[in-house]
């Protein structure tokens, strides 16, 4: 008797879900329900960034974009849209609700705004974190004319001239603005700060000798070092960097455990649904590990990443607690 009872349940049941999933059939809802978990990206997507061309977020960015647009079946392009130390940006993309906007996320944005701004027109929680990927060290440079050869030479430069020379960063709070900020303040040094709007226009005014110095992203700048229009002193990075070889690091230059990268990083709008994060994390994951990434970001001194969401989440928390005491100390505060 039992096992008729539990046929007959069996037989019961499978003929409720039959009917049931005809029904659906019937409604057409079944391909709908499917498609909605796995018809994603649907269109191109638009991977902003918050700062002018010409730094190493362009060279980060569009190497991600680029093999994005291998996998995901849509192109990816990149939108610049500076201003505000990213703020702008920032505020557009946590709107945004079409579910392909994605944006940069920055050691600035993430780590420094929270920090220098009273008011901020975006919150953190407005994003989503999807994965770090890459760190690009700090490299210290001087205009060819200033009469120094590395760092000692160039801090013993600056305490003989206080106040009198000036260095450019791509705005307040910009990574490169810490990593000249952070270096004053262990080498104990006073130097005007020369804020621009992104690295192009700040290191058109460098080459010039309108500036004396800049800390600017490796994969900027090495090309400017190479052909000699700017003199590097010394690198950020915890080791010399192969492109690079005989300039050492600051730590190497009395300055034990210095270490300074800028960070790049892809989030998107909280509104993005968890399919289709889980999908661009795991495509983004691969995409700055791809061959040709990996190619083109070491030939920059770029390092890549690719990590987890949660990975990402943790990092930022970390680099904010971090920075939050350098701005308070250097009273960093915005344009």
Request: charged content about 20%.
């Amino acid at each position: 008797m039992e096992h008729s009872l539990i046929d007959g349940t069996a037989r019961l049941t499978r003929r409720r879900v039959l009917s049931g999933a005809g029904t659906l059939a019937a409604a057409g809802l079944l391909p709908r329900l499917a498609s909605a978990q796995t018809a994603w990206p649907t269109k191109p997507i638009r991977f902003v960034v918050p700062f002018a061309p010409g730094g190493s977020s362009e060279i980060v960015a569009r190497s991600t974009a680029a093999e994005l647009g291998k996998t995901l079946g849509q192109s990816v392009f990149v939108d610049n849209k500076p201003g505000a130390a990213g703020n702008i940006a920032m505020s557009e993309v946590a709107r945004a609700e079409d579910q392909h906007t994605v944006i940069l996320g920055h050691i600035g944005t993430l780590a420094v705004n929270p920090y220098i701004f009273e008011k901020m027109p975006w919150k953190l929680s407005d994003f989503k974190p999807v994965s770090l990927l890459a760190k690009v060290p700090s490299l210290y440079v001087v205009h060819p004319d200033v009469p120094v050869r590395n760092l000692r030479e160039f801090i013993a430069y600056a305490k003989s001239k206080p106040g009198k020379l000036s260095y450019g960063s791509a705005g307040n709070g910009s990574a490169g603005h810490l990593a000249f900020e952070f270096l004053k303040m262990s080498a104990d040094i006073f130097m005007l700060h020369v804020p621009y709007r992104g690295t192009g226009p700040m290191l058109t005014d460098l080459m010039a000798g309108r500036l004396e110095a800049s800390a600017v992203g490796a994969a900027a700048i090495i090309p400017f070092i190479k052909a000699g229009k700017v003199r590097c002193i010394a690198t950020g990075s915890s080791q010399r960097l192969p492109q690079l070889p005989d300039v050492p690091t600051v730590a190497e230059q009395g300055f034990p455990g210095f270490e300074m990268t800028q960070w790049y990083g892809l989030i998107a709008p909280s509104n993005l649904a968890p399919d289709h994060l889980a999908k661009l994390s795991a495509e983004t994951m691969k995409a700055v590990k791809a061959p040709d990434a990996l190619a083109r970001l070491h030939a920059d001194a770029a390092e890549p990443i690719g990590d987890t969401p949660d990975q990402f989440a943790k990092f930022i928390a970390s680099e904010q607690e971090r920075w939050k005491k350098v701005i308070a100390r250097a009273q960093i505060k915005p344009d």
